[in-house]
């Protein structure tokens, strides 16, 4: 069983960047994607992008392209999500989740998030 | 991109019943990599379904997935109480992962 333990609840400035880490824990995987999803307050799940550590592979919602870095560290099994430029819009909770590799049609691509952690409250506030 | 759309918005039901949900996306899925969620209040999500009608480890039997194409239906065959939650479908496997905007089970 995966364990994913995210970092705490973050308080920011408008204008400001935060990032949030994800460490995940109790299996020796090799191949694995990280994905981010964000959820403001009293609404759905939000798709922010993912990463493949063993290819590099990230791909980012359109939306957050511009302002949204997403990294992994294979030696630590973590997975980081910055987020600069940030307005009061940016007050999620923001959801880290690891899953499998399956095939794509322009190869691999994550697949389901089989496990999710915690999530961390990121509050955008002047 | 491959919009989901959920419905209803929210289905009144009570214990014991059967619970049909629908996700409808705007091109086929020709994968069939469509996965189910359930979340309930102050937690995260937890995958129920796969491959559209594989279930996750752990997941009861009352919960099963169909569907193919553009039409997919995760049904919950006797409702328990812990199974009033909000259930989302999501897309995967490719560049653009979406989501449904969320089917809320409330108790009638």
């Known amino acids: 069983q995966v364990q994913v333990m995210q970092s705490g609840a973050e308080v920011k400035k408008p204008g400001s960047s935060v990032k949030v880490s994800c460490k995940t824990s109790?299996?020796?995987?090799?191949?694995?994607?990280f994905t981010w999803v964000r959820q403001a307050p009293g609404q759905g799940l939000e798709w922010m992008g993912g990463i493949i550590p063993l290819f590099g592979t990230t791909n980012y919602a359109q939306k957050f392209q511009d302002r949204v870095t997403i990294t992994a560290d294979e030696s630590t099994s973590t997975a980081y999500l910055e987020v600069r430029s940030l307005t009061s819009e940016d007050t999620a909770i923001y959801f880290c989740a690891r899953g499998v590799v399956v095939a794509g049609h322009k190869g691999a691509e994550p697949g389901q998030l089989d496990s999710w952690g915690q999530g961390t409250l990121v509050t955008v506030s002047s | 991109e491959i919009v989901l759309t959920q419905s209803p918005g929210t289905l009144y039901m009570s214990p014991g019943e059967r619970a049909t949900l629908s996700c409808r996306a705007s091109?086929?899925?020709?994968?069939?990599?469509l996965a189910w969620y359930q979340q309930k209040p102050g937690q995260a999500p937890r995958l129920l379904i796969f491959?559209?009608?594989s279930r996750a480890t752990g997941i009861p039997d009352r919960f099963s997935g169909s569907g193919s194409g553009t039409d997919f239906t995760l049904t919950i065959s006797r409702l328990e109480p812990e199974d009033f939650a909000v259930y989302y479908c999501q897309k995967y496997g490719s560049s653009r992962p979406t989501f449904g905007q969320g089917t809320k089970l409330e108790i009638k």
């Open positions: 491959g559209a009608s």
């Open positions: 091109q086929s899925i020709i994968t069939n990599y």
């Open positions: 109790g299996d020796s995987a090799v191949t694995y994607a």
